[in-house]
């Protein structure tokens, strides 16, 4: 007989586990995919490097933590306060992108109409309302049990690290990008995502059996029934979670889908009465998967985005992705009003509410997206678009900036200057892109030196460029102040010379591209892989300050800056 008592002590048991760090993964293996590479039609490609490399405290995650360790350089790094909150951030993130893509599955035509049948299941059979109610929650519990399990497994095959080298490797980044549309055009109708019929039938026959066993079986059958309609929402969710790089990345993700998936099914058995307000089965359900469709293909946009700029490619540069989303987004908005349809989609004879709603706010989000095509910076979405210098057409272009200086009269003899400038730097800024020369050059002018470790597909990187080094002040703060240094973590287009060459001391690997010396120095000096990760010295490459992660509040930013200006004035 379960109980209410028994469902709620193992939901407890569950959570626990959920949120229990996985201390059997190993943190000092790294799978390492940098190795697999494109070819920029420029270079051969070198040597492939040990696939397998030992980076003993090191961690990876993006703008999330930088390590206190010292190093081989004597540098002992520390993470501001304001930072120390960032790994519980992004698991909340990654908790709540999990529990929208659970809402969303539970509207999907695979699932939305197995509801009453399910609920009438569990009152029809019970003898109270108090044994229904415990056996919908045991139901849910074992959603949540398979799907976190899901997640974990995820974890456990690629491990913790190797999740976070996905976000940067173009082989992956393109897979990724292939399968998203191949999500889409399954939610657009073109075919659909299958489990083989045996397997479907097999774990269905077992949901009549009593017991524990038999509601384990039922919502696995949950699972493999509806994979047609929930497995590219369960891809979309575990590839954001995976190049998070978080090690519970994955089964966060599972477990807020979960969540929300299994929500309406004991929230009916609770109060049956519901179900007569839900709305009705129909063509409404396609059109959610034909919108989910849109979507799934706007995000594979910024996948081969990631690929196109690691590779140097610009093909996908900001105004040519800016009009494939405008397109997306304008197509879609068409669809909801009815001027398209697909296949399987019904006569729309009437715009609903919501559909209203929903298409005024898909409409002004292309609206909103116009400007950028000339340029305008568009700080909402910044993080997601290429960076402005990949703009071909910029009316802006013209117009110095207000606290910006002119480019130094030696910017384009710097290393790296014509490769990474145009394309990469913030308007009004004028900074170095080897750390050699940088030092060389705050030792000349007698100014401290602010590190930042970027890269092309750094997320956070675009966000703190748009909306925090973007301020005038705080640009007015660096140029007059500092020696600026960008170190792209992640460009394998430019190959260090022979001469340059080595093998890196910390992982045993060969540096043979800026990319991979930049990694490479984050990591042996700093004990960090995350970007951004901006680190502020003084001549004698020593910190001033500790390193610091992405801070988008921009008066502790500036607090942060004036902090390493006086330790640097009072070192004189």
């Known amino acids: 007989m379960f109980s209410f008592k028994n469902a709620l002590i193992a939901f407890s048991w569950l959570f626990l586990i959920a949120i229990t760090p996985l201390k059997g993964i190993s943190q000092d293996t790294l799978i390492n995919f940098d190795d697999v590479e494109f070819s920029s039609g420029q270079e051969e490609a070198s040597t492939a490097d040990t696939l397998i490399t030992d980076l003993e405290g090191v961690t990876f995650s993006d703008g999330a933590d930088t390590s206190s360790q010292d190093s081989s350089n004597n540098v002992a790094p520390t993470v501001i306060s304001s930072e120390n909150s960032s790994e519980n951030t992004s698991l909340w993130g990654i908790f709540i992108e999990g529990l929208l893509g659970g809402f969303l599955a539970f509207l999907m035509p695979c699932i939305f109409p197995m509801v009453p049948l399910t609920v009438s299941f569990f009152t029809k059979k019970s003898a109270s309302k108090l044994q229904a109610v415990s056996q919908a929650l045991t139901y849910g519990l074992f959603i949540i049990v398979i799907y976190v399990a899901l997640g974990m497994l995820i974890t456990l095959a690629f491990g913790p690290e190797a999740l976070n080298a996905l976000s940067t490797n173009g082989i992956f980044n393109?897979?990724?990008?292939?399968?998203?549309?191949?999500?889409?055009?399954?939610?657009?109708?073109?075919?659909?995502?299958?489990?083989?019929?045996?397997?479907?039938?097999?774990?269905?026959?077992?949901?009549?059996?009593?017991?524990?066993?038999?509601?384990?079986?039922?919502?696995?059958?949950?699972?493999?029934?509806?994979?047609?309609?929930?497995?590219?929402?369960?891809?979309t969710v575990l590839v954001n979670a995976a190049v998070k790089g978080d090690r519970l990345g994955p089964a966060i993700a599972m477990f807020g889908f979960s969540f929300a998936l299994a929500i309406p099914f004991v929230l009916f058995a609770m109060f049956p009465a519901l179900l007569k307000s839900m709305p009705k089965s129909g063509g409404w359900l396609n059109s959610v998967k034909v919108v989910l469709g849109f979507l799934e293909l706007a995000l594979a946009m910024k996948f081969l985005s990631n690929v196109d700029l690691a590779y140097n490619w610009q093909i996908l540069d900001r105004e040519v992705f800016l009009a494939l989303w405008i397109a997306i987004f304008g197509l879609m908005g068409l669809y909801l009003i009815g001027k398209i349809k697909f296949a399987h989609d019904s006569d729309l004879k009437f715009l609903s509410v919501p559909r209203t709603i929903i298409s005024i706010f898909v409409f002004s989000f292309v609206i909103y997206m116009l400007p950028g095509m000339w340029g305008a910076p568009l700080k909402s979405i910044s993080a997601f678009l290429p960076p402005i210098g990949t703009q071909d057409f910029d009316i802006s272009a013209g117009v110095s900036s207000a606290v910006g200086h002119a480019t130094s009269t030696d910017a384009n003899s710097r290393k790296y200057f014509n490769h990474f400038h145009d394309r990469a730097t913030i308007k009004g800024?004028?900074?170095?892109?080897?750390?050699?020369?940088?030092?060389?050059?705050?030792?000349?002018?007698?100014?401290?030196?602010?590190?930042?470790?970027?890269?092309?597909?750094?997320?956070?990187?675009?966000?703190?460029?748009?909306?925090?080094?973007?301020?005038?002040?705080?640009?007015?703060?660096?140029?007059?102040?500092?020696?600026?240094?960008?170190?792209?973590?992640?460009?394998?287009?430019?190959?260090?010379?022979?001469?340059?060459?080595?093998?890196?001391?910390?992982?045993?690997?060969?540096?043979?591209?800026?990319?991979?010396?930049?990694?490479?120095?984050?990591?042996?000096?700093?004990?960090?892989?995350?970007?951004?990760?901006?680190?502020?010295?003084?001549?004698?490459?020593?910190?001033?300050?500790p390193t610091s992660g992405a801070n988008y509040n921009i008066e502790s930013y500036r607090a942060y800056l004036q902090s390493a200006i006086d330790a640097y004035k009072a070192k004189k």
């Open 174 to 235: 393109f897979f990724f990008f292939l399968m998203l549309v191949f999500f889409a055009a399954s939610f657009f109708g073109a075919f659909e995502i299958t489990l083989p019929s045996s397997f479907v039938n097999k774990i269905d026959s077992k949901s009549d059996k009593g017991g524990l066993l038999g509601y384990f079986f039922m919502a696995a059958s949950l699972a493999v029934v509806s994979f047609s309609c929930t497995g590219p929402i369960i891809g």
């Open 429 to 545: 800024m004028d900074p170095y892109y080897d750390y050699d020369e940088a030092l060389a050059a705050a030792r000349a002018q007698n100014k401290p030196l602010l590190v930042d470790f970027t890269g092309w597909n750094c997320v956070n990187c675009r966000s703190m460029e748009a909306k925090v080094w973007s301020d005038p002040g705080i640009k007015q703060m660096i140029n007059e102040n500092f020696i600026l240094a960008e170190l792209y973590v992640d460009d394998y287009v430019l190959k260090l010379p022979e001469s340059e060459q080595y093998i890196s001391k910390t992982t045993g690997k060969k540096i043979n591209s800026v990319g991979r010396k930049n990694t490479d120095f984050q990591i042996s000096k700093f004990n960090s892989n995350s970007q951004p990760l901006y680190a502020l010295l003084d001549n004698d490459e020593n910190l001033l300050v």
